[in-house]
Every structure is written in C-alpha cells, then in structure tokens.
C-alpha cells in the first residue's frame, strides 16, 4: 500500500458496513486521525472513547443472550476475545479499513497502518454510528461484522488460555512451574517478533514466535502441550 493523501470513498466504506451516515461530517471526523494534516477537523479520539464504550455494550448483551448457560467467568472470556485490539483490527482488515482513513504520513510505513491505528479508528466508526442514529443501527453493524466470530464453532479454542492449562497440567504431576524466557525481539517498531523459549522438567524446551510477549508464550505454550499430550 502506497502512502495516499487523496480523500477516500466513503460512499464504499458506507456499502461495506452496510450503513449510510445522515451526516456524512461525523463519519469524516471519525476516520480523520489526530496525525492527519486535517487534525483539527479530528473528533476522532472523543467518537474511539464513545465506540469503545458502545462495542463493549453489544458484545456483552449478545454473548449474555446466546451463551445463556454460561457462568459470569466464561463470559468474560468470550467478551474480552470479541472486544480486544486482534480481534477488531481483524474486522477492520475485513471491510478494508485502512482504505479509508485519513491520516498523516509519519503513521505510515511500506507494511501499512499500525494495528493500533486499526482498531482505534474501527471503534471510532462505531461511536459515530451511534451518535448518528443511535444503538440499534449501532448494533446491527456492529452484529454483522463481527457475526462469523461470534458464530464461529471452534470459539472456545479461540479464547481458551493455554499458559493456565499448561501450568495446571504441570503443578498436578508434581513438577517445576514452566519456565519462560524471551529470546530476541526482531522486525520493525510497530510490527515486532518476539520469540519465546518455554522449559518444562522433563520435556525439550520449545521456541515459539508472536507479535507480542505475551502471544508468543501463549504459542509457546501451546506447543509445549501438544508435546505433553
């Protein structure tokens, strides 16, 4: 993707999400990022605020109504799978996002936005949904972009926390916790690779990789209990 500073199409980001603004200024203000040459056009940051508030809201009510026999734990998992910086910035790549936003060149690389930029921006789009006709249009996007996740079979392995599994698996048969240990850090600022080295007494140490710390020990030790299992 080449660095653009032409004005996006947003009648086909309206057709993708599958809602057209009444005021087509709030839409423009929630896709201006701060970094843009237009920043003081920018509401963006106050509409992520709102949007963050108004996703978390949807998210849960749905995942209340359709996990009904769940307990308040394992919604907590679902919600915080549904809702997190991955996750959104997966739906924001899906409706070709970055296509349309508008932003300056000191956020822009030859790998394109960063995933932060994403989701910030996605969560914008919501707040202005809202604040232009209110949480039930807010809701159907909202339900339509993130419906295949959501009805998604395997959801469970999506949200299952294998570090906690593997260190219950380890304590029951009486052995040392897990050991992780960070390797190198390589790639670019905004997109790192973190790569993990995970022991376990008894087992070979394996490597895993991620695009944070904290996923890479969650891959880590995924694969440490496929050796175990």
Known sequence: MKFKKQIPDLIKLENLIGYSFN???????????????????????????????????????????????????????????????????????????????????????????KDSILSN??????????????????????LT????LINDEKIDLN???????????VLSSKKDLPVYKLLSVSGKDHKPEFTIILSVAGYESVLATGNSKQEAEKNAAMEMLKCIK
């Not at 237009?38 to 359709?66: C, P, Q, T, Y």
């Not at 996605?122 to 909202?142: C, H, M, P, Q, T």
């Not at 949200?159 to 698996?169: A, C, D, G, R, V």
Request: aromatic share 10%; with cysteine; hydrophobic share 40%.
């Open 159 to 169: 949200i299952s926390n294998p570090k906690s599994e593997l260190q219950e698996t």
């Open 23 to 113: 005021d087509k200024d709030i839409l423009t203000q929630s896709l201006t990022h701060p970094s843009s040459e237009n920043s003081k056009f920018s509401n963006m940051e106050r509409l992520e605020f709102l949007g963050d508030r108004v996703l978390g809201l949807i998210i849960a009510e749905k995942i209340f109504i359709k996990f009904n026999s769940q307990k308040e734990g394992e919604l907590s998992s679902y919600f915080n799978y549904l809702v997190q910086r991955s996750t959104c910035v997966i739906i924001a790549k899906k409706i070709n996002l970055d296509n349309f936003i508008i932003f300056g060149k000191s956020e822009f690389s030859g790998d394109g936005l």
């Open 145 to 148: 972009l993130w419906n295949d």
């Open 121 to 142: 921006i996605l969560e914008s789009l919501i707040g202005a949904i809202f604040i232009d006709s209110g949480y039930d249009n807010a809701k159907r996007v909202v």
